[in-house]
């Protein structure tokens, strides 16, 4: 038994609803496109799972947040798929891929086979098994990354009301489930084994202000150690947490954010690894020319930085998905993926986004007593990358602007006394990017918040006479959730 695709899409996230746009938008034909995806649903924004999914008035539901309504795009429900003649094969397993011979294998023994695949499995939550610690399967032990996980959350938080949970790991899923687990009335204890939360982004006086934003709200921080082990009582549920330094803290419930690993297991072997993910060139082909690999799991590389780079966020997803199907419908019409990384997030009232690189010495700048202040980093004498919090969309814009251009800095004095209005400045009065290399390890963060908003349709002419950044502005529809500041702040999601 088997069927046959011109296109196949592996995996069922948000990559797979961008690049099905995609496809229509440059007349697919009804029945050449197939999705495979292990969940039962239509592919969705996966980072509202950590935002409006978990607040306790007015929740989002699907089919609210179907892709591609995060990129203000058409919804794509169940319908839109049969209507366009997508086939979506959901809650399917495939168990073994063959690139040679272009087939899948799926769980139940069907046989898919394809002209042309993109891979779009994106990554696994890394289990407290793999750390050598029991307790996954307890009902009330939580992880983050796909909707039933979203589900089991829910369910533990609403028996858990004015309880008390234990966060373990200090990232993106750990801070943003802290937030919600706030707001649902929560008791809450972050543990991690960094000095400070989001470790890998935040300078230490940027990891303060936002530790002490959080103890604000209650939230208590435990650093430097690690869970040892868990306490159950006779039904198996954990009753209290073990650390490493033998403190104990008696838990409700768990929520685990300790990383993720890209879903590549099927195709090692087959197709080149790097980074932990596959390994594509600037068209995001793989070392085999009939296969694709997108988002999460595809390591590629970084124009700007001139290296390879593997990046987990909502933003690449979409955008590597769109430039994926391009390639592949006008190949020579395209050219290389043009990539400028991009992470934000949003807590209770902070919105923040950040550009480039965190590497080199951090400049940081703002009121950090207040609520708008960032940072720059400058390495090799050039700016690698910007952060800044409580922005407008003009600041956002010329943050992202000035890390594209990669301006000489002299002066760090100077650039820290500008501070914002460097940036602001800069992009202005475009300038030319002289090429450097910047050689450091690949920047790698956990899956983070939705992007109701996201830096769009960066265009760098040759002529450096014009350079322009337009951001769209994305909006999730979802129902009974309230937006403001539209316009000159990017909305908050805890209402």
């Known amino acids: 038994m088997g069927r046959a695709f011109l296109y196949v899409i592996l995996g069922g996230g948000v990559a797979a609803g961008y690049a099905a746009l995609e496809f229509t938008k440059r007349g697919l034909s009804p029945g050449e ?5 292990e969940e039962p649903v239509a592919p969705y924004e996966r980072p509202a799972l950590s935002k409006g999914f978990l607040l306790p ?20 429900t169940p319908k ?5 003649g997508i086939e979506l094969v959901l809650g399917t397993r495939v168990k073994s891929a063959d690139v040679r011979r272009r087939t899948l294998l799926t769980a139940t023994g069907e046989t898919i086979s394809y002209k042309i695949l993109i891979i779009a ?11 050598g610690v029991n307790g996954s399967e307890a009902e009330n032990v939580c992880y983050l990354r796909d909707l039933a996980d979203a589900n089991s959350l829910v369910n533990a938080m609403q028996s858990c009301a004015g309880g008390n949970a234990v966060v373990i790991g200090g990232g993106y899923i750990g801070m943003e489930c802290a937030a919600s687990l706030v707001i649902n009335k929560i008791n809450v204890t972050m543990v991690f084994p960094e000095e400070h939360c989001m470790a890998r982004l935040f300078t230490p006086k940027m990891a303060s202000y936002y530790e002490d934003y959080y103890q604000s709200k209650g939230v208590k921080f435990i650093k430097g150690t690690v869970l040892s082990s868990f306490e159950f009582d006779s039904s198996g549920k954990v009753t209290a947490v073990n650390l490493r330094d033998g403190s104990r803290l008696p838990a409700d419930m768990v929520v685990v954010g300790i990383g993720i690993r890209p879903n590549t297991g099927l195709f090692e072997g ?10 594509v060139n600037g068209k ?12 999460d799991v595809a390591a590629f590389p970084v124009k700007l930085f001139g290296e390879t780079r593997r990046l987990e966020h909502v933003d690449l997803a979409r955008k590597s998905a769109k430039h994926a199907v391009t390639a592949i419908l006008e190949p020579e019409k395209t050219g290389e993926f043009d990539y400028l990384p991009f992470f934000y997030s949003r807590v209770f009232a902070l919105s923040w986004q950040f550009y480039g690189d965190n590497v080199g010495e951090a400049v940081h700048f703002g009121d950090y007593s207040g609520s708008t202040f960032g940072a720059y980093w400058i390495s090799k004498g050039h700016l690698v990358g910007s952060f800044l919090e409580g922005g407008t969309k003009e600041e956002y814009e010329a943050i ?13 004095a100077e650039l820290e006394r500008q501070g914002l209005n460097f940036a602001l400045t800069v992009s202005k009065k475009p300038l030319p990017a002289p090429p450097i290399e910047v050689n450091t390890s690949s920047l790698v963060l956990e899956k983070p918040s939705y992007a109701w908003h996201a830096a769009a349709g960066v265009i760098l002419a040759a002529s450096v006479s014009l350079i322009m950044i337009k951001y769209g502005d994305e909006k999730l529809l979802l129902a009974g959730i309230r937006f403001k500041d539209k316009l000159n702040k990017f909305p908050t999601w805890h209402e």
């Not at 995001?284 to 988002?295: D, F, I, P, R």
């Open 270 to 279: 087959q197709l080149t690894l790097e980074k932990g993910g596959i390994k």
């Open 33 to 37: 496109l197939c999705i495979i995806s």
């Open 400 to 412: 992202a602007h000035a890390t594209r251009l990669k301006p000489a800095i002299e002066d760090l």
């Open 121 to 131: 499995t994106g990554a696994r939550a890394l289990k407290l098994e793999e750390f």
């Open 57 to 76: 008035e007015s929740p989002a539901r699907l089919p609210a947040f179907h892709t591609c309504v995060g990129a203000n795009e058409e919804r794509l």
């Open 80 to 84: 839109w798929y049969k209507e366009h």
């Open 284 to 295: 995001l082909q793989t070392s085999n020319n009939s296969v694709y690999a997108v988002g």
